[in-house]
């Protein structure tokens, strides 16, 4: 005999997934159309320009573990807390999510909060606010003199 409560549940996710699946086609077509008219228009205003050619932009999806700059200013923080002590982007990382309060040793989380929080450092080297020596996984990171 099967299990009814099981099969009512696995019928409500199915029809929620499809519904989801049903939008997302429909905003596909919305898009496509959209994406043709001004292709249309390109190629009249200028006919030696493939459309196609035009490489897609890469869209940012905000993440929604940081408000906006909120990383950046933990990263700064951390780095300010250990007194000019160079410091791993794991130790990095492992002082942002024990502070953040993020559950430790999740598998997705902290590879996609150590990918975030290289990205800062890397952005916030860039810009001269912090310092980098070594290189790769050895690499250590402090706060540049002026920051200090």
């Known amino acids: 005999m099967p299990e009814t409560h099981v099969v009512t549940a696995l019928r409500a996710k199915r ?6 699946v049903h939008d997302l086609e429909r905003n596909l077509a919305r898009h496509r159309a959209s994406l043709a008219a001004i292709d ?3 190629r009249l205003f200028a006919p030696e320009l493939n459309p196609d050619s035009i490489p897609p932009k890469r869209t940012y999806r905000r993440t929604r573990y940081f408000a906006k700059s ?3 200013h933990r990263v700064v923080d951390v780095l300010r ?3 000019g002590k ?3 982007k794991a130790a990095i990382t492992s002082a942002i999510v024990a502070e953040k309060g993020f ?4 598998g997705a989380l902290s590879e996609a909060v150590t990918d975030m929080v ?6 916030l080297s860039k810009q001269g ?3 980098k020596s070594g290189t790769s996984r050895d690499a250590q990171w402090t706060l540049a003199p002026a920051i200090l």
């Open 15 to 20: 029809a929620e997934i499809s519904g989801h």
């Open 81 to 83: 807390q250990t007194a």
């Open 70 to 72: 909120e990383l950046s």
């Open 40 to 42: 249309a228009t390109i």
């Open 86 to 88: 160079p410091m791993t």
């Open 129 to 131: 606010d912090i310092a």
């Open 103 to 106: 559950p430790v040793g999740e």
């Open 118 to 123: 290289l990205t800062v450092l890397r952005r």
